[in-house]
């Protein structure tokens, strides 16, 4: 054991001078390549301030021979400007003494041409001032004869319009009193139309209204007040209107009992109809088949209506089905 430590000891003591001898190597080492720089240095310093001389001449050679040069060129080139400026001068000189010669002529030319225009234009304003007057003359001697010819244009228009309304009044003269014969003649058809009309709306039966005679005046207490009841019927203008008579017809006096017991048994009439047709049916099957004329069967089915008894639709009139006369 002692021996193993002895000899470690020993590796260790060896180790430990290798270390130092290679330290001291490397400083020397180190030391000669550190002297080995320096030189270098001052070698490379030299060399470098010589090339720094060197160039620094030739820069200052360079620039000396650069700045003769531009010398020399700017002299040259000061020579040409002044020849050039002096060359210049004269051309302009000459090139304006020729605009002078021209702008002469031209003046002239157009002083000429200006002289002739005037005198052209005096002339054509002379001409066509003649020739103004000239159709100012013709035109007011056409207007005075277009004038005249106007003038008895309309008289000649005037007197035939005349004798045209004068004509125009006597033929309607005429007609008003062929229309007021033909009128007359009408009338006991009219009386016949209105006596038919009665007759097909109220019946055979209905008293007719007593008239007054034509020249007796009435009393304040003869004249009937208006009857604010709606009418049951109206006669229709187009049947007054193919006979040429007024349009609007003459009331009927009928008494009230007769006039409702007939309005109820049409509407009696109308409404069993109509339930033994639940589908419905128009106003033309229904004057066709009860045989009523056009203002019972309208009287009749307006007071269903009124009564909620049937309904109208599409111009079909059906009963309700609850609807009990």
Not at 74 to 96: G, N, P, Q, S
Request: charged share 25%; glycine share 2%; with cysteine.
């Amino acid at each position: 054991m002692a021996a193993l430590q002895d000899e470690w000891y020993a590796a260790r003591v060896e180790r430990q001078q290798a270390i130092a001898q290679r330290q001291e190597d490397v400083q020397s080492e180190l030391s000669a390549h550190q002297q080995v720089r320096a030189q270098n240095a001052v070698t490379t310093r030299r060399t470098l301030t010589e090339n720094y001389a060197a160039i620094q001449a030739e820069t200052d050679l360079y620039l000396a021979q650069i700045q003769q040069q531009r010398a020399a060129q700017a002299r040259l080139t000061a020579a040409e400007l002044r020849e050039f400026d002096i060359e210049l001068k004269k051309a302009v000189a000459a090139k304006r003494q020729d605009y002078q010669a021209y702008l002469a002529e031209l003046k002239q030319a157009t002083q000429e041409s200006l002289t002739q225009h005037q005198q052209a234009r005096t002339i054509m304003a002379q001409q066509q001032q003649q020739k103004l007057v000239e159709y100012i003359a013709e035109l007011e001697a056409f207007v005075a004869d277009y004038l005249t010819n106007v003038a008895a244009s309309r008289e000649a228009e005037s007197k035939v319009a005349h004798a045209k309304r004068r004509s125009d009044r006597e033929a309607l003269s005429r007609n008003v009193q062929v229309k007021l014969a033909d009128l007359a003649a009408q009338k006991p058809e009219r009386q016949a139309f209105c006596e038919g009309l009665r007759q097909s709306i109220w019946g055979t039966s209905a008293p007719r209204r007593a008239t007054l005679p034509p020249n007796r005046p009435k009393s304040a207490a003869a004249i009937r007040k208006p009857d604010t009841r709606r009418p049951r019927a109206k006669a229709k203008p187009a049947a007054a209107a193919k006979v040429g008579q007024p349009s609007a017809i003459k009331q009927v006096a009928v008494p009230t009992s007769t006039l409702s017991k007939s309005a109820v048994s049409t509407e009696e009439a109308v409404f069993d109809y109509l339930q033994s047709h639940p589908q419905g049916t128009r106003l033309t099957e229904i004057e066709s088949t009860l045989g009523i004329n056009r203002f019972q069967a309208v009287d009749a089915l307006r007071s269903l209506i009124q009564k909620e008894l049937i309904v109208q639709k599409d111009r079909i009139y059906r009963i309700r089905e609850e609807a009990v006369l």
